[in-house]
């Protein structure tokens, strides 16, 4: 089985970093997920504003042909700046429609055909104003009133076609919404999970390790107290396998020196017992008189030698 021979510092070390990284990659992740739903939320505010847009000049279109057809009857200055003002927001709004679909490539047709049916419609809106103010027939003025009520016709098929498009795309956008918020609801309840399970496992693993570890150590130093044989050494490679290894080599140097000093003893009493129980024969010998009377000093030496 595959283990690490990692020491205590660096095993803290694991059991802060790796659900730190976990972490980290749940806020990466959560971060991805936010950024594509922020663009999401200005894609669907840039089609809403396309929208309105749209209808800004669709209306201020109408409106000046309101006005064209009023500024044929009444020729009042009110009319005619009213009519003016109409007619000069038109191009404007085309300007803003371009400006809003600048980064959309796949909308340029629709907005070319937008802005060519509406420059047409000005046209024919100046045409109106030129011959409704130099007083022109009834007949005239019929006709070019109603080809630029077709070319409204036109302008309105053309724009609610375009606004269609937009708004179909705006349907979609609810469930990609609740898509995002799901993922990202995942993504937190994921990782919070995630992160528990694995600080969880690595403190069970970390502590089972060491406390057990730490027991057998604690057990060697009563077995040693008490002469009894040591457990195995313990396995790893962190601060408590080096101590209980240097527990187990101080064992064997104790030991070691008992048994050398047993030895010691058992040589010393072998080597002297002999040359002193002789020595304690002859000295008991002369005590008793073997060799005749002794002078007093000499018994008295003698018995102090025995």
């Given amino acids: 089985m595959f283990r690490l ?18 972490e980290l990659i749940v806020l990466g992740s959560l971060a991805v997920l936010l950024t594509q739903a922020e663009e999401e939320t200005r ?12 209808n800004l000049l669709l209306k201020d279109f109408l409106d000046c042909s309101i006005y064209s057809y009023q500024l044929n009857k009444m020729r009042d200055p009110a009319t005619m700046k009213q009519f ?11 300007r803003s429609l371009k400006i809003e679909l600048r980064d959309s490539p796949d909308q340029k047709a629709a907005l070319e055909r937008i802005e060519q049916v509406a420059s047409k419609g000005i046209e024919m809106l100046a045409e109106f104003r030129r011959i409704a103010l130099e007083g022109g027939s009834i007949v005239e003025l019929a006709e070019k009133r109603r080809i630029l009520s077709q070319q409204g016709q036109l302008l309105l098929d053309t724009i609610r076609h375009f606004v269609n498009a937009q708004e179909s ?41 060491t406390m057990r570890r730490l027991s057998v150590l604690m057990d060697n130093t009563s077995r040693l107290a008490k002469g009894q044989p040591l457990n195995p050494v313990v396995t790893g490679g962190d601060e408590i396998a080096h101590l ?7 064992a064997d140097a104790l030991a070691d020196a008992a048994r050398r000093k047993q030895e010691l003893m ?5 080597d002297l017992r002999t040359p002193l129980t002789s020595m304690q024969g002859s000295l008991t010998l ?15 030496e ?3 030698a025995e």
């Fill in 169 to 209: 795309a705006l349907l979609s956008k609810p469930d990609t919404e609740f898509k995002f918020r799901m993922l990202i609801v995942q993504c937190i309840g994921s990782g919070v999970l995630a992160s528990i399970i694995l600080a969880v496992a690595l403190t069970m693993y970390f502590n089972r390790g």
């Fill in 302 to 304: 003698v018995a102090r």
């Fill in 43 to 54: 894609k669907e505010r840039h089609a809403r504003q396309v929208i309105a847009e749209s």
């Fill in 286 to 300: 002369l005590n008793e008189g073997i060799l005749g009377k002794l002078p007093e000093r000499a018994e008295h």
């Fill in 244 to 250: 209980d290894k240097i527990f187990h080599e101080m």
């Fill in 266 to 270: 058992s040589m010393v009493s072998h």
């Fill in 5 to 22: 021979n990692l020491n205590l510092s660096q095993k803290a070390f694991l059991l802060v970093a790796l659900p730190l990284i976990c």
């Fill in 84 to 94: 003016d003002a109409l007619y000069e927001q038109i191009p404007m709004r085309i």
